[in-house]
């Protein structure tokens, strides 16, 4: 969409100035730092908890009004009254200063600090801790007391740290502060700096690393009794598995955190959980209930900030909703809010968090579906004041990010040279900081802007530059940064799809080509990490021509305006063609060819739209994979074309699979080893009555036993069939082929994806633990895993990531699935038929599932794609 700014250019102040994308408010809450709960309980700070500070001559010694002055800013700190805290301890430094009591100085300046930080007064804070820290370094003694106060400023020294984007120096001052507290015994301060180093791990994207530490802490802390320390880290917990996506566990975290702040009357910590709470909501799509948690903590919380990052969410909730008498109501209540703040970096987000919820209403009003006056020079304004706080305060990370939000802005006003000033300059901070997410950020807009003025060249070289900075991010592309919410689908996916079209519209230059299909395959892999929310996909580039030489590949990718193909052949240079449709064309075609085969219509337009994707995917390479002599077509299929068997394409005459094996495969990076010719156990499981409200199977009975007279097995059969005695078995020994004939579903969400047992399910997760010593090298990997009566979530356009997650969590060299829930009797006999063809060493796995297929649809009854077409193999089809 187009911003018009009321048709004339964008009026900014004079501050020095020659992407659509929400910056994360999990905020103040989740993510703050919680070395302040020294101050926050109603207990004494850890420090002066300890025998030889207390007993100091140096603090007895002090007249009563100094120590009343101590607690009086504590209690304003509790209160979130930060400036009545600094003037008063300010009042008790000269005090101790007059005294020269260096002990007291060096505890009163880390508080400073602290509420400097609050305040938003980051080079102030900044000082002050350093003076606090220069004070501890000229010290002489090396008492355990020294020791301690020099742990909880380099607490603080991290959080300001942290708070200036130097989030790795934090963590190492974090470290520096955790062994001091071992070797000085203190658990409490422990506690506090490891947390204080897994949120800042969450900064940087690490979100595993994250979970890993704060899942110990929790333990460990479980044997101690309630306290704020332990809602802390609950929520923190909670925080780090809500962005991992492990959202149960998140919630159970966070309650738990909310029942012990809740019995320690701690609203401060109540508001933060509630908070929390409603962000679990809105990734749950429970918006009134986020709406509910988030006016929960409007009431609740004391602090400007805290409210201010409640209530940009809940306009964020309020426009996806359309509620626009509610969003009228609420932004003037932001925008005097924001005006309270005095720069710091979660004020300059919280004003680009805003500025991004303006444009989206601007889209809105623009498309007609709100009638609201025009935010447009207030976004500017917004994103200008943005930029002044970032520099006064020195924060880059914030700057790039504003400069970059605001050259995105004067690009969608079509105000190129402008936005291409500004996103320059964001891209070179990044590049000044060395921040990889910086520069993929920067990059894909320079290379957008760059592709509107039709320079395609410096577009490619800019959208290579975003490629490999998401490579280099791969570990933790799940979230790039805490600092903004990455939406994989809309903001992720895009660079690289818009890369391949760039690379495309060469032609077939070889060097293009080769780079085009190195992208098709990282997007691959980079949608299974972000479906697992783990970078746990073990990739290794593989040359076909040393696989099988009889086997070409084909990497369709659908574009905005087109579908391209690029054709792989052994020893032979890449090809590629290209077919002119948009993408909503190309999907709705693939819709309805899904929706006829899976339910078994017998249409002419089923049949009239199979010719039309063999058309678009096969014809155009027919000559050449006719004079190579092809055999196998192995599919890297992108998007909708997943839901779909390509062995029922149809060029008239035949179906594909008539003509070839056909196997799929989530990339050729992911290739495993082929089968083993040996001995081939079975392990052999499944259900034949109704169970957990599915349906009775009945001809399993036949297909498992059909199956035990082509092979050894060892059969699970009903009662039988349980996730543990599975696991026993699984145990035992190696078995290269598993066969699960059970009902099961894949899901874009892995949460939905699971295979039925006698009692339970199998979750993906599940797979982890029932193949983990194939997984560890202690037994063989499986050679075929076979589930045979599953079928893809209904509507779910994503679902097959559920197949290929299953069996990349299993291990399997090779899968077999079916992507619809196909005709009981039919599958026995299919399956029947497969390992009769596979029980013949002189063959592929593709071609034994070939040889079945055609059997099977030689069947008048089974004609239909329905019963056959439904069966893939994902993964090695020799």
Request: charged share 20%; glycine share 4%.
């Amino acid at each position: 969409m187009k911003h018009k700014f009321l048709n004339k250019k964008i009026i900014l102040p004079n501050f020095g100035l020659s992407s659509s994308r929400k910056i994360k408010i999990y905020g103040l809450f989740g993510l703050s730092i919680i070395l302040t709960i020294l101050l926050v309980t109603k207990d004494v700070p850890v420090v002066a908890n300890q025998p030889n500070l207390l007993n100091s001559q140096s603090i007895t010694q002090q007249p009563d009004n100094n120590l009343d002055l101590l607690q009086q800013g504590k209690n304003y700190y509790q209160k979130g009254q930060y400036t009545e805290a600094a003037k008063i301890w300010q009042q008790a430094l000269k005090s101790y200063q007059n005294n020269k009591d260096s002990v007291s100085q060096v505890q009163v300046l880390n508080y400073l600090a602290l509420a400097y930080k609050d305040l938003g007064k980051i080079p102030q804070a900044q000082t002050t801790i350093t003076e606090s820290l220069n004070l501890l370094k000229n010290w002489k003694t090396s008492d355990n007391q020294n020791h301690l106060l020099l742990a909880q400023a380099l607490n603080t020294q991290g959080t300001i740290q942290l708070l200036q984007g130097q989030t790795e120096t934090a963590i190492d001052t974090w470290k520096q502060a955790t062994a001091i507290y071992e070797r000085a015994g203190d658990n409490t301060g422990k506690l506090i700096s490891q947390i204080n180093q897994a949120q800042g791990l969450q900064n940087l994207g690490q979100y595993r690393r994250a979970k890993t530490l704060l899942e110990e802490l929790v333990t460990a802390s479980q044997s101690q009794p309630d306290n704020l320390l332990k809602a802390q880290s609950l929520r923190s917990l909670g925080v780090a598995l809500q962005t991992i996506g492990d959202l149960k566990q998140s919630k159970t975290a966070l309650e738990k955190s909310l029942a012990i702040s809740k019995q320690l009357n701690s609203p401060k910590d109540v508001s933060a959980v509630v908070f929390s709470l409603g962000n679990i909501a809105q990734d749950l799509a429970e918006y009134d209930v986020a709406i509910g948690n988030y006016q929960e903590v409007v009431n609740l919380s004391p602090e400007i900030q805290e409210k201010l990052s409640a209530q940009l969410n809940q306009l964020s909730v309020l426009v996806k909703l359309e509620r626009w008498e509610a969003v009228e109501a609420l932004t003037p209540i932001i925008e005097n809010n924001l005006a309270q703040l005095a720069a710091s970096r979660p004020a300059i987000y919280a004003r680009i968090n805003f500025a991004e919820t303006l444009m989206t209403i601007e889209e809105k009003i623009e498309s007609g579906k709100a009638s609201l006056t025009s935010n447009n020079p207030k976004i500017a304004e917004l994103l200008a004041t943005a930029i002044q706080q970032a520099r006064e305060i020195k924060d880059s990370r914030s700057e790039a990010y504003a400069l970059q939000e605001l050259g995105k802005l004067y690009q969608d006003n079509s105000q190129l040279a402008e936005a291409k000033k500004l996103t320059q300059q964001a891209q070179n901070i990044a590049q000044e900081m060395n921040a990889s997410d910086l520069l993929a950020l920067t990059a894909t807009q320079s290379g957008a802007i760059a592709k509107a003025q039709g320079d395609i060249d410096s577009a490619i070289a800019a959208y290579e530059t975003a490629f490999n900075n998401i490579q280099s991010l791969r570990g933790d592309l799940v979230a790039i940064s805490t600092d903004v919410q990455f939406d994989f689908k809309e903001s992720i996916e895009p660079i690289y799809r818009e890369y391949v079209g760039l690379l495309l519209e060469k032609g077939d230059n070889q060097k293009n080509l080769k780079q085009a299909r190195q992208v098709i395959e990282a997007l691959q892999i980079a949608e299974l990490d972000n479906y697992f929310r783990d970078a746990c996909v073990d990739n290794y580039p593989v040359n076909i021509d040393q696989i099988d030489v009889q086997a070409a590949v084909i990497y369709p990718i659908i574009l905005s305006d087109r579908l391209e193909v690029i054709l792989s052949i052994p020893k032979q240079p890449l090809h590629h063609y290209t077919t002119k449709l948009s993408k909503k064309q190309v999907e709705n075609t693939l819709r309805h060819l899904y929706s006829y085969m899976s339910r078994g219509y017998i249409r002419e337009e089923s049949f009239r739209l199979s010719q039309r994707l063999y058309k678009w995917l096969i014809a155009p390479a027919e000559e050449k994979l006719n004079s190579n002599n092809v055999k196998t077509l192995v599919f890297v299929l992108d998007g909708l074309l997943r839901n779909l068997p390509m062995s029922a394409l149809h060029d008239g005459d035949r179906y594909l699979i008539e003509k070839y094996n056909v196997a799929l495969s989530p990339g050729l990076q992911l290739f495993p080893q082929g089968l083993q010719r040996k001995k081939l156990d079975v392990l052999a499981a499944g259900l034949t009555e109704a169970r957990q409200g599915f349906s009775s199977l009945p001809a399993v009975t036949g297909e498992i036993k059909e199956l035990t007279k082509e092979f050894p097995a060892k059969t699970l059969l009903n009662q039988d069939f349980t996730r543990d005695k599975l696991k026993k078995e699984l145990d035992s020994q190696s078995f290269p082929i598993v066969h699960l004939a059970t009902h099961g579903q894949f899901s874009s969400n892995p949460q939905e994806t699971f295979l039925l047992t006698w009692s339970d399910r199998i979750s993906i997760l599940d797979f982890d633990r029932l193949f983990q010593k194939r997984r560890l090298g202690i037994l063989e990997p499986v050679e075929l895993l076979v589930m045979s009566a599953c079928q893809t979530a209904s509507g779910d356009n994503r679902a097959t990531l559920g197949l290929a997650g299953l069996a990349l969590r299993s291990g399997a060299k090779s899968t077999i699935a079916s992507l619809w829930s196909v005709n009981d009797e039919s599958t026995a006999n299919l399956m029947k038929e497969f390992y009769q063809q596979l029980n013949n060493s002189q063959l592929s796995k593709a071609e034994a599932l070939r040889q079945a297929q055609i059997k099977i649809m030689a069947n008048p009854l089974y004609q239909h794609p329905y019963f056959w077409a439904s069966f893939v193999l994902v993964g090695n089809w020799l």
